[in-house]
C-alpha cells in the first residue's frame, strides 16, 4: 500500500513538473511577445510623434510664410536690423523709432505683406483682430446690394471698367465679381466681429489673412465701397440736396478724380495693382469705415507730419486703429505697451 502510495504521488508530482514546464514554455514565449509588441508600440509611437511635430512644424512654416501680416517682433530690434550704417537716412529713422518706443509707448510692431495693397491690409486687419463692428451706415444697409444699386438705379454701367488690383479685370462679369467681394467681406466681418475669444479671433484673422485670394476680395470689396460713397456724394454736389464732409471737395479738386469715373480710372483700378492709397483715399477709407487711423510716418520725424490722423475730423465713439510707415507707401502695424 506504501509503494502504491508512493507510485501515486510520484506520479503527481511529475505531472505537475511537466504541467510547469509547458506552462513555463507559454509564460515565456508570451513574456517574448508582449515585450515585443511593447517595444515595437513605442517604436511606433516615437515616430509617428516625430512624424507628427515635423508635419506641424511644416504647417507651421508654411502658415508662417503664407501670413501677409507677421506676428509681432520687437520695435527697436527691428529698427536695428532694416537700419543699419551711417547714413543720414538711417540714424534719422533709427532716431524715429526711438521716439516711437520713448514717447508713445510703441514696443513692438507686425509686419505687412509690402504690395499695393498694404494700406488696406494693416486697417482691415486690425478691424477684425480688434473685433470691431460694422460701422452705423453698414448696419443700415445691405452692402451687398450696393454694385446692383449703383449699376441699375444710378445708371453707373461704366463700372464695367472696374479693375480688380493685379488681376486687371473688365466686363460685363465684374458686377458679379463685385458680388461674392461684398459677400465676402460681409461674411468675414459679420463672423469675426461675434467672435468674443481674443485668441481665437487671432487664430481666425491669421487664416484669413494666409489665403490671398480670399483677402483680396475684402480689399476689392472696400475699393468698391469707396466709389460707391464718392458717387453719392457727387450726386449730392450735383443736386445740392444736403452737405458733404470736405474731404469729397479735397477729392474733387484733384484733376485726376474730378468726377468718379475718373476716381476709378485714375485711381482705384490702380490700387493693389501699381500704386497704393494716397493721402486723400486715407481719408476717405477712415471716414466710410468709421474709425480714426492714426499714422506715424517716420520720414516725417521732427516735423508736424510726424503724427496725422485720417480723416482729421472724426467722432469721439469711433475707434482707433494705428499705422507705421516709413515712406507712405508700405505700412505696418504698430502695438502699444504701457
Given at each position: ?5 508512493w ?51 511644416y ?18 530690434g ?42 488696406l ?12 463692428h460694422?460701422?452705423?451706415w ?95 456724394a ?8 444736403k ?48 474709425v ?11 516735423t ?35
Open positions: 500500500g506504501r509503494h502504491e502510495v507510485s501515486w504521488k510520484t506520479a503527481s508530482k511529475e505531472s505537475l513538473c511537466l504541467m510547469w514546464q509547458k506552462v513555463k514554455v507559454q509564460l515565456m514565449l508570451s513574456m517574448s511577445f508582449l515585450t515585443a509588441v511593447f517595444w515595437y508600440c513605442r517604436r511606433l509611437y516615437s515616430f509617428l510623434a516625430q512624424l507628427l511635430k515635423r508635419w506641424s512644424n504647417l507651421q512654416r508654411q502658415l508662417i510664410r503664407n501670413l501677409s501680416v507677421l506676428p509681432e517682433v520687437d520695435l527697436l527691428y529698427s536695428a536690423r532694416e537700419w543699419k550704417g551711417e547714413t543720414k537716412q538711417a540714424k534719422q529713422m533709427r532716431e524715429a523709432y526711438e521716439e516711437l518706443f520713448r514717447s508713445c509707448h510703441i514696443k513692438y510692431l507686425r509686419q505687412v505683406r509690402r504690395d499695393n495693397y498694404s494700406v491690409r494693416a486697417v482691415l486687419f486690425q478691424i477684425f483682430s480688434q473685433g470691431i460694422f460701422p452705423s453698414m448696419k443700415e444697409r445691405d452692402i451687398l446690394k450696393l454694385p446692383e444699386k449703383l449699376l441699375y438705379s444710378q445708371g453707373c454701367n461704366w463700372i464695367q471698367q472696374y479693375s480688380f488690383g493685379p488681376e486687371r479685370y473688365t466686363g460685363p462679369n465684374a458686377f458679379g465679381k463685385l458680388r461674392k467681394c461684398m459677400e465676402a467681406l460681409k461674411t468675414n466681418w459679420a463672423e469675426i466681429s461675434a467672435t468674443r475669444d481674443y485668441e481665437e479671433r487671432g487664430s481666425i484673422c491669421n487664416t484669413l489673412f494666409s489665403d490671398e485670394s480670399k483677402e483680396y476680395k475684402l480689399y476689392e470689396a472696400i475699393k468698391f465701397i469707396m466709389l460707391y460713397e464718392v458717387v453719392e457727387y450726386e449730392q454736389i450735383k443736386s445740392r440736396d452737405p458733404v464732409h470736405n474731404l469729397f471737395s479735397l477729392l474733387f479738386a484733384r484733376d485726376s478724380s474730378s468726377d468718379p469715373l475718373s476716381f476709378m480710372m485714375n485711381h482705384l483700378n490702380s490700387i493693389g495693382d501699381s500704386i497704393c492709397l494716397d493721402q486723400v483715399e486715407l481719408f476717405l477709407l477712415g471716414y466710410l469705415l468709421e480714426k487711423i492714426r499714422v506715424y510716418r517716420l520720414h516725417r520725424f521732427n508736424e507730419e510726424f503724427q496725422e490722423n485720417y480723416p482729421d475730423e472724426y467722432r469721439r465713439e469711433w475707434n482707433e486703429i494705428s499705422l507705421l510707415t516709413e515712406d507712405d507707401h508700405y505700412y505696418h502695424i504698430p502695438l502699444f505697451r504701457t
